[in-house]
């Protein structure tokens, strides 16, 4: 007797989504434990994919990198469908009278199966969702969320608070599917209650998070948008539904991906029905924290936080699968993941420190000795009475000095300046208005001031009162210029003449003088702003310049400033105008050229402006040192420290912000490819002994990351968003640190922006050791001397990484770096 047909399935007469409203559904299955394996491999490669390529790719990166993700996943999901869809194949969960747990979805015959030697027959393989669609209005919300996300991904990059969806969601499992997770005993509690998540997320995001700045706020949108999404994708147990649902995403798809721009709809192939999206996001922060490089990492702290958070996080996943799951305890050897880079920088940092030249003399050694001997035998010559100062003066110039030298001599003895005789830059400044009369170089201010768009501050010195005031056609403020001259001049009533000059406004120098000018020629004022500027400056070189001779230190391959004279020169080395933003593309630099006395805070070798002490250095009180604010050698930190705004140049398609010196610096420090080509890595020099105790020179892309703290903390002086964006991405950014924040560490990084460096004057008042890279003169600089009072440091760079792992990495070159910091601080005190 045949068996009857069974009975047609009843007709349904509510429509599917008003059906899935009222019904109460199924308790989703978690991820099988080769799905998860895949996952987290998919994350953890998705993630570092991002990392590496959306530094010059920008959005185009972000999308490569859910691509990667989601198409991982996508193909295990179709695998899943493929060979386990109808059939309801799953994991044998075993026990008497227990079925098999299915995993394919979709109104289907009995799935059968087999295990462990014999048949068993699984339940109705009913998927959830099954025959039901999503409304539009659901589509449309989590389309727009998924927008939200990648849109900020692309601008922001990592999406660091993404741990914390992890706890967030599994609130809201619990609202709306109250009871629909039991937890093991134990451990499994501690990771999977809602306390223990957000425990574990907090662990997490600390381990990615550097410092709180109004970006990390900002990462609250896509973190909402992503919890919209999530939830949308949680099934219900009862009640309407207030927030948007997708019940089945594999048919919600092709609808889905008409409302989102970027297409990922075809990826999102993993059968999220049956599966808890906290394992997701789970997956997804192991593949966050994982995929930190821990070869960047600036200190200890640092560099152990994403390996322990990937343990918790982890353990936090082991514990969402079945406890029944076959081998879901070999997931723990996911963990070597961060385990063996931490413990491969570990060995390169001691590597590192072992090799450094800890008995041989280090060529920094010879050059501190030479300019200590030097430097005093400077001071030893100095004039000691009025009359020995007359005729040095006369020795050095060949003229009488100017009236008024015995009462300048007299201020210099009465302040204690060990300095009298060593001035011949301001000479050298003056010198050229000899030729005119006192009369006609008023005029030339006078006619300078009136220059349309000139920007000079006209000041007018009372010497009754010592009182300075100063004008502007158009400005009001004066960047504290008044204040400078009132404090340094305003104890002098009756010593000086009435005087006038003019004062640069900008930071960027201003002036070149032909050979010989004369007032006869009429100067000019041209624009140059955001132009490379180069040609102009040195078109006055006289000479082509030559490459010297190798000094027995310049052969070891390290560049070590050796003679500052000629490190500055311009016409000495063409190279720098490509290495410079001051020569490429400045922010504003209106070049006079003619016979025009300016004074200006710094200049380059080829320019002609007078050169005086900037306002920063003396009035300005975020400039001013706080010796409060100091700590004694011992307690500083061992780094080098560097934090500030990319000042220098304005980035824009036809100038590249690589070849700009913060840039370059930046890229250096934080170890980063040096250009567009992600392959091409830094190279670094290190000095080495022979077994035969000869010095050698190798190069590796080795730097050792917590001997850096450098970071841009303002991106700007961009002339379209693009290279801002990219820079964002490029660079490991900081918050706005405190204004003291270098004198806690050992070593600071000094180098220009627009212009001189408003801090260097406070950095050598410390007893931090300041490394000090410029192109720009200063007036102090024949009274400053290099390896004596601060480091100096090549427009190249190439030996920065020998000089802070030896002042870092040693016991001698501590000592010697603290000498230099003592010099400087003597030296301002």
Request: charged content about 20%; glycine content about 8%; some cysteine.
């Amino acid at each position: 007797m045949s068996t009857p047909p069974p009975p047609p399935p009843p007709r349904r007469w509510l429509p599917p989504w008003i059906e899935h409203l009222t019904t109460t559904i199924p308790v989703p299955k978690p991820l099988n434990l080769t799905t998860t394996l895949t996952a987290l491999l998919a994350a953890v490669l998705a993630t570092a994919i991002c990392h590496r390529q959306v530094g010059i790719q920008g959005q185009a990166a972000e999308c490569l990198s859910e691509v990667v993700c989601w198409g991982v996943l996508g193909a295990v999901g179709a695998g899943v469908r493929r060979w386990g869809g109808g059939l309801g194949l799953g994991s044998r969960v075993g026990g008497e009278g227990e079925g098999w747990e299915l995993v394919g979805g979709g109104d289907g015959p009995e799935g059968e199966g087999e295990g462990g030697g014999r048949r068993g027959r699984g339940s109705e393989g009913r998927g959830l969702g099954a025959g039901r669609v999503a409304s539009g209005w659901s589509l449309g919300v989590v389309a727009l969320a998924l927008g939200v996300v990648s849109a900020c991904a692309a601008e922001m990059g990592a999406l660091v608070l993404f741990p914390a969806l992890t706890p967030l969601l599994l609130l809201a499992e619990r609202r709306l599917r109250p009871g629909a997770q039991e937890l093991e005993p134990g451990l499994a509690a501690l990771v999977n209650s809602v306390w223990g998540a957000a425990l574990v997320a907090l662990v997490a995001v600390l381990a990615v998070v550097r410092g709180a700045s109004l970006e990390l706020l900002l990462q609250i949108i896509p973190l909402a948008a992503l919890l919209v999404v999530y939830v949308a994708l949680i099934p219900r147990t009862d009640g309407p539904r207030l927030l948007p649902c997708i019940p089945d995403l594999e048919s919600a798809v092709p609808a889905l991906a008409t409302r989102v721009v970027v297409v990922l709809a075809g990826v999102l192939g993993i059968q999220a029905c049956h599966t808890s999206w906290c394992t997701v996001t789970a997956i997804g922060t192991f593949g966050l924290v994982a995929s930190r490089d821990l070869w960047i990492q600036r200190s200890e702290l640092e560099a152990v936080s994403p390996v322990v958070a990937s343990l918790l996080v982890l353990a936090q996943i082991i514990f969402m699968l079945p406890k029944q799951s076959k081998g879901r305890w070999a997931l723990w050897a996911l963990l070597l993941l961060s385990l063996v880079p931490y413990l491969a920088s570990i060995v390169a940092i001691q590597q590192a420190n072992l090799s450094a030249l800890h008995s041989a003399e280090h060529p920094i050694e010879v050059l501190v000795r030479a300019a200590k001997v030097d430097f005093e035998q400077m001071l030893a010559r100095q004039s000691k009475t009025y009359a020995a100062a007359v005729d040095e003066y006369k020795r050095r110039y060949g003229v009488e000095p100017p009236p008024g030298f015995k009462e300048w001599y007299q201020y210099a003895v009465d302040n204690q300046s060990p300095i009298i005789d060593e001035f011949d830059m301001i000479y050298e400044s003056v010198s050229p208005f000899w030729r005119v009369s006192g009369k006609e170089v008023v005029q030339i201010m006078h006619d300078a001031h009136k220059t349309p768009d000139i920007d000079l501050w006209l000041c007018s010195f009372s010497g009754a009162t010592a009182e300075t005031r100063c004008e502007h056609p158009t400005r009001s403020s004066d960047r504290h210029t008044t204040d400078m001259f009132n404090k340094l001049l305003g104890d002098l009533k009756g010593v000086l003449p009435d005087a006038k000059f003019l004062v640069n406004h900008l930071d960027e120098p201003r002036v070149v003088m032909a050979p010989g000018a004369s007032n006869k020629i009429p100067f000019s004022v041209t624009d140059l702003s955001e132009k490379p500027t180069w040609d102009e400056i040195t078109k006055f070189c006289t000479t082509p310049p030559q490459k010297p001779r190798d000094s027995p230190l310049e052969a070891l391959g390290l560049p070590f400033v050796i003679n500052r004279t000629a490190t500055l020169d311009l016409c000495k080395h063409p190279e720098y105008a490509y290495t410079h933003g001051l020569f490429q593309a400045p922010p504003s630099f209106k070049l006079i050229e003619g016979l025009v006395p300016v004074l200006s805070t710094g200049a380059p070798s080829t320019m002609s402006d007078i050169l005086i002490p900037s306002p920063a250095y003396i009035v300005e009180p975020e400039f001013l040192y706080d010796p409060a604010a100091d700590l004694p050698w011992e307690s500083k930190s061992n780094q080098l420290y560097w934090t500030g705004s990319t000042t220098g140049a304005v980035a824009s398609s036809t100038h590249d912000w690589r070849g700009f010196h913060r840039q370059r610096f930046l890229s250096l420090t934080q170890n980063l490819p040096p250009t567009n080509n992600q392959q091409h890595h830094q190279q670094h020099a290190y000095l080495h002994q022979t077994p035969t105790h000869q010095l050698t020179t190798s190069k590796s892309t080795f730097l050792n990351p917590r001997h850096y703290l450098t970071a841009p903390t303002r991106l700007f002086q961009c002339l379209t968003p693009l290279p801002c964006r990219q820079q964002r991405s490029h660079f490991r950014t900081l918050p706005w640190q405190p204004r003291d924040a270098a004198l806690a560490h050992k070593l600071a990084f000094d180098l220009d922006g627009n212009g001189i460096s408003g801090r260097y004057l406070k950095l050598l008042a410390s007893r931090t050791a300041v490394l000090k890279q410029t192109v720009l003169r200063e007036w102090h600089d024949e009274r400053l001397r290099a390896w004596v009072h601060y480091v100096p440091v090549s427009e190249g760079m190439g030996e920065v990484a020998e000089v802070v792992g030896w002042f870092l990495g040693t016991e001698r070159g501590g000592d010697v770096a603290r000498g230099i910091g003592e010099a400087g601080r003597e030296w301002v005190g």
